[in-house]
């Protein structure tokens, strides 16, 4: 072997040389360039993760806040003093019936002593049995405040749900009942994202850590089943450990997997989302494997000119991995790289400014999603709300134009109500239907408030849908659109009308940030119409309190052991007591002697029973005169 080296020409001996120094020097600048770079990526995969899961949290949180918090307006407004009376009790949960909507396994009101008094839809002997054994029950007259009871199958639907139960008070702030809501745990209106996939093999499961069962997963098998077994291992220790993390595990399957953990509803609910580690740093292996390919081809392609051919290639390697080094530590910020060729250097180049485009892009629409939170918080009408997210969509989301619109229901058209960016005066006269049957209602905008669907035109310039509106379209440089329906009530109202100056704009990331701004706008307006309607509920409870306040007609409120709760104004102006003399003493104290005692045993077994009595009274003032009532 020493000889045949010997024998070698200079030339062949220096190319020989450089090609061992080229590979000496090549193989450690790869490596730990890509070590650099894997880190990084890993670290921006693991945090895209934790986001995803975050947004499924707060989102299920926040569902489940909001049932809780119209449960309780529920049981705030239903008659406690009546909390025996069945009849009066059903007819009450039937006028509310939209709560029906949100509790899709049913309503039931608890008396305190522990037995049901109605229900609402009627099951069975729901309204009826005993819930002593229930800990909600139990927990809520403890505590006096909301509970979430244990995931469990229902002994009278026998599906799957969990319970929220409410105090129900009187007066005097004391716990007289309970009521309770059932949310199904198929409910696709709370449940929806923790049956989705996260990723293309990846679950998000939603666990009670209190309980230590799994509430919802993707694979439906796993409902109910309890996640504390040996076989579980390290991710049920990760569980119960009640933080907020990312780790490699040891998924329900026993395969390895990212998984994270979000705690919700005061530690009593976690999300996770469990990703296997083959699809989740399946990136950052290709990339690496495509740097390997790379630099070994670029070695076995220096051959007889090879000073020329190694300088030349180590200056593009050279100028790339400077950069990317750079940017790995933070000393640049991120950027495309120049590629200026097409071999698989540049093709290295190209996907890298092409996940970094993603980056960018995925960052403005989370920016401007952020910013469509916040407006939604801040915001005290619809109008100011629309105004705001058409901005924030353009300013941080990185859209040419966006426009919201309303459907006008007399006349089936589209009306803007809001809009922002490059283009408004497109919306001058502009004529978009909801009907199928007018040639304006053919569109994206009038597609997706019709179908209840959003509708993507990722090639503006040459979509069927967009003809009518192509050649305003090109005056602004639009390339691509979205119009994503907007809900109230569950009902597709208006739409939200975004155009980009890039083909293709809207990926499936794009696609799901647009699609959650949709269902949080949508939110928001349900939550606009729950506050108009608190208000309209105060105000007619303060005119029926001055009603019976002001009346000229003695009126006097007991409980149910006939107990005076409440006088009003007359009362004391003809009996002569004043309300803190009566208050909790028996109407007996107005007798006289003129009312014989089978008149008032008939009059108080008529209202015991909830019903009407009338007739003449002989009573008695304070100073001992007589009158008629």
């Not at 049901?116 to 729901?126: F, H, I, M, T």
């Not at 005993?130 to 029950?137: A, K």
């Not at 000073?307 to 030349?312: C, I, L, S």
């Amino acid at each position: 072997m020493a000889r045949k080296l010997a024998s070698l020409s200079l030339s062949k001996k220096a190319a020989l040389t450089a090609m061992l120094l080229f590979v000496c020097g090549m193989v450690p600048l790869v490596y730990f360039s890509t070590i650099s770079l894997e880190k990084s990526l890993t670290e921006l995969l693991v945090s895209h993760q934790e986001s995803a899961v975050r947004n499924v949290a707060y989102n299920l949180e926040q569902k489940v806040l909001l049932r809780t918090e119209t449960l309780q307006d529920v049981a705030n407004n239903l008659p406690a003093e009546r909390i025996g009376d069945r009849t009066a009790i059903g007819h009450f949960l039937r006028q509310n019936i939209a709560i029906a909507h949100l509790f899709v396994n049913g309503v039931v009101v608890i008396g305190k002593d522990g037995f049901g008094v109605a229900d609402y839809p009627v099951v069975g002997k729901r309204a009826s049995s005993s819930y002593l054994e229930m800990e909600y029950f139990r927990d809520v007259l403890v505590t006096g405040r909301p509970v979430i009871g244990k995931p469990r199958y229902g002994r009278f639907t026998n599906k799957a749900g969990v319970a929220i139960a409410v105090p129900i008070k009187n007066k005097r702030g004391e716990p007289v009942g309970v009521l309770a809501g059932f949310i199904g745990l198929t409910d696709k209106s709370v449940f929806d994202q923790t049956h989705a996939r996260l990723g293309k093999t990846g679950d998000l499961i939603l666990v009670s850590s209190a309980d230590k069962v799994v509430i919802a997963d993707t694979d439906e098998a796993h409902t109910l089943k309890p996640f504390d077994q040996p076989e579980h291992g390290s991710m049920s220790e990760a569980i119960l450990d009640g933080q907020d993390k990312s780790k490699l595990i040891k998924d329900l399957y026993g395969n390895e997997a990212l998984f994270t953990s979000v705690n919700i509803l005061s530690g009593r609910w976690a999300v996770l989302g469990t990703l296997p580690a083959a699809e989740a740093f399946s990136p950052v292996r290709q990339l690496k494997l495509k740097i390997y390919i790379a630099s070994a081809m670029i070695m076995l392609l220096i051959g007889g000119l090879m000073w020329w051919a190694m300088n030349r290639q180590l200056n593009v390697v050279g100028r790339a991995t400077h950069s990317l080094r750079r940017m790995a530590f933070g000393e640049e910020p991120l950027h495309e790289l120049p590629v200026g060729r097409h071999d698989e250097i540049g093709e290295m180049l190209i996907a890298f400014n092409k996940l970094q485009h993603q980056i960018n892009r995925l960052t403005q629409f989370y920016a401007a999603l952020s910013r469509c939170n916040e407006a939604i918080v801040r915001s005290s009408s619809e109008q100011e709300l629309f105004q705001q997210i058409c901005r924030a969509t353009v300013e941080f989301g990185g859209m040419k134009m966006v426009w919201i619109g309303l459907l006008d229901q007399a006349s089936l058209l589209v009306k803007p109500v809001a809009s922002y960016g490059d283009g408004t005066e497109y919306l001058d006269g502009i004529l978009i239907s909801e009907s199928a049957d007018d040639p304006c209602g053919h569109g994206p905008t009038g597609q997706a408030i019709r179908e209840d669907r959003p509708v993507w035109c990722q090639n503006y310039p040459n979509d069927l849908n967009t003809v009518p509106w192509q050649e305003k379209g090109a005056q602004f440089g639009w390339l691509s659109s979205a119009a994503v329906p907007i809900r109230r009530g569950g009902k597709a109202v208006g739409a939200i009308n975004l155009y980009s100056g890039e083909t293709g704009a809207f990926d499936a990331q794009a696609r799901d940030l647009l699609n959650e701004m949709s269902m949080d706008i949508s939110f928001a307006l349900d939550n606009f119409d729950l506050d108009e309607k608190r208000t309209q509920v105060e105000h007619t409870l303060l005119k029926l309190s001055l009603v019976v306040e002001q009346s000229p007609n003695v009126i006097i409120i007991t409980d149910l052991d006939a107990n005076i709760e409440y006088t009003n104004a007359a009362f004391s102006t003809v009996t002569g007591y004043s309300q803190e003399e009566v208050i909790g003493k028996n109407p007996r104290i107005l007798q006289s002697d003129k009312t014989s005692r089978e008149t008032y045993d008939h009059m108080w077994s008529l209202l015991s029973r909830g019903e009407i009595w009338r007739g003449e009274l002989t009573n008695r003032r304070k100073d001992g005169s007589e009158y008629i009532e």
